[in-house]
DNA sequence: CGCCTCAACTTGTACGTACATGTTATTCTA
DNA sequence: TAGAATAACATGTACGTACAAGTTGAGGCG
């Protein structure tokens, strides 16, 4: 009386070698049952066995050699030649030198390549890298979500990632569809953060401008309405600017150029990240006016160095690095048992320069 | 009579549908024929030609569904499943945002994923990691030799990526044993420049500390003593210091002092690399000496920015970014067929600031 | 004793057959 | 005409056989 009558024999081949393989019975190096014996053994024909070796050999657990025999490929320490795919929005600017370095200092330190891709914040290309990494035996993917705010168009690629057993972590944003191992930075609050440090100061009219594509740009814009509402202040909608991944070195200088000119205009800004506060602080110069002393500015990310710019810009700390590291020991230690589905989520911090004064 | 009768007959058909899939005979996405289509065309058995099938599933070029066929997973102009690994001996430290930043902004541009490794500088993690590319189907390889100045005791491993038709670009430094396209910089001028500008300054009495482990510190001593000789001027042997990976990080510091204590001290330090210079410095200060007033320092790479650093290091120009980005190019250009095996040596430049004086 | 041959064993290639499973389009039925 | 049944065709799994090719060790020969 046969257990399971609906599993192939092929698969019950696999299994077996398996358990051969990573319960110790048979050492990195050794040699495998011949084909012959597995054919005897399980009384299939020496085509079913072979078949199992076949994709075994794909997955990479064996190797034969003919005339010799087939032997383990599998080293339960060597994690040498497994890969982790990164699979972020951006590399370029302040990601790359940040999260990846912090990423790469671990998986490189553990034994592990990193095979990096960016998506640019396109959703196809998401997916095509997503295709990509289920073909090349990766076990692992830690993913900045593409266009977070908007639905999650890849869920299927992801269950499927799953259901192979692809260990997921998640970083700075993720998929509320799709349960898995994060490392976020609490957006809400940093925004909240920010534009309570501006209302403190006195200012009333303070702009805001999101990018909204991402889920933490939207995060970051609930904080700031947050915030309004907690100190009782009128927000107008008018001062809050949306914008995404299309028109991102435009739409702040445009948006805050518009906001200058009108006649009842803005004391602050709070921006989504300092690379758009950059292009609001040169709107505000190219008006002729200075900062902080006629327009406050808040940015986001702390990912321009102070000693090079002009203005130093006050900021919400991102912590970059530690994320990273995090993330990847998050993937190590699921990969290698430690932990199951690990999730944290950092506290932004204010870092206060010179491109605020109160009023 | 058939033309070569050695060749397996699974092998006549696995040539059959790439000519297909690569002449666009079969578009990306169409059906082929069927697995029985080919069995009368051939005139071989269909388990054969599921075999030829099965083993281009496996590289990606085609995948079958139950039922409804087996279609072209080949598309011209995608390479977006393609993997590119870059082997470098350090990713911390200067090499991280700069050729590699390069590296990646071309590969990503087009389309290509990345595969990072690093060796630490150890010969078998060197190896592993080459096996580790073998098995994951990579079609091409950067790579910066490890402990270059050594045998090239992984050249079968080599040979093999050779043959099995993946790429290789080397960087910085090349194995004189393979022959392959390569992006190097001229360590010898640079160090021949370097050298030239001390003594040119009136410095006699010049101390060069190398790491000659790898290719590129043996070249920079070369062109160091050939200064010497240009110029006429006595190099004295004592005053060259030579280490390597493993005692880099104390080295440096310990011959400086050792030097700077002796009774005939050096006026002047030629440095390995910029690393290197700011422990030569450190060791100077540490003596109670003062650069450039008391010594003459001259770095390397240009790795360390002169805004955060209280003194402002003369060194030798490294274009790391350059670099990165024409060796993808011309990884690129090796997998789309516009080039056979370019080569290029960079020229170094001096980047004279304020840690030399003439005397 | 050293070398060579060969048998035994391993995987590789190739043929044939049969039936299962999933997809699609046609045909038949209500 | 809409829906169900079915035939035709695709790949998936599994059995069997035969011979080729590479490796190894035992035995025999000089």
Redesign the interface.
Known sequence: MKKTPDIPKCEMVKRYVRHLLKDDIIAYGEKLPSEHDLTEKFQVSRQTVRQAF?ELT?E?LIYKEQGKGTFSNYKKGAK??Q?VAVVTTY??GFV??GII?GI??VL?DEGY??????TNNIKE?EA??L??VL???VVGMIIEPTASSGPNVNSRLFSVIREKGIKTVFINACYDDFDSAYVLLNDKKGGYTATEYLLQLGHTRIAGIFKTDDKQGVNRMQGFTDAFRTYGADGDQRLIGEYDTANMYDYPYMFAQSLLRSKNRPTAFFCYNDQCALMVIQAIHDQGLSVPEDISVVGYDDSISP??SEVKLTTIRHPKQEMGVQAARFMVDMLEGRAEKPQYTHEPELIVRKSCRNI
Chains 1, 2 share one sequence.
Do not use: D
């Open positions: 076949g794909v990479g040498g030649s890969i590399l370029s790359f030198p370095s790469e200092q490189s390549m990193m095979l990096l891709s960016n290309r095509q890298y295709k990509s073909e090349h035996n000693l090079n």
